[in-house]
Structures are given as structure tokens and as C-alpha cells.
């Protein structure tokens, strides 16, 4: 998921040198959304998984 969100952040870098920014802006809102859903995942199975061992 991880690698998802830095596609988009690339997308979104490579649309703003072009002066594409509608689809920047769209491409690295996707990536910050995606980053958020990654870091909530990761902290819960961080938490969740220690109670298995």
C-alpha cells in the first residue's frame, strides 16, 4: 500500500512539472489518502499483533 502512495506522490510531481494541475492535485490527494489508510493499518496491526504471542 505503501508503494501505491509514493506512485501517486511521483504522478503527482511529474503532472505539476507539466503544469497538469487538476491531475496533480487529484494524484496527490490519492497518495495522502492512501498514506493515512497505510499508517492506521500499520499502528493497528502493530497493536493487534503483539497479542498473539
Do not use: D, E, Q
Amino acid at each position: 500500500m505503501l508503494h501505491y502512495a509514493v506512485v501517486f506522490f511521483i504522478i503527482a510531481i511529474i503532472a505539476a512539472v507539466f503544469g497538469f494541475t487538476g491531475i496533480a492535485a487529484g494524484a496527490a490527494s490519492i497518495a495522502k489518502i492512501i498514506f493515512i489508510v497505510f499508517v492506521v493499518l500499520a499502528i493497528l496491526s502493530l497493536f493487534f499483533g503483539r497479542g498473539k504471542r
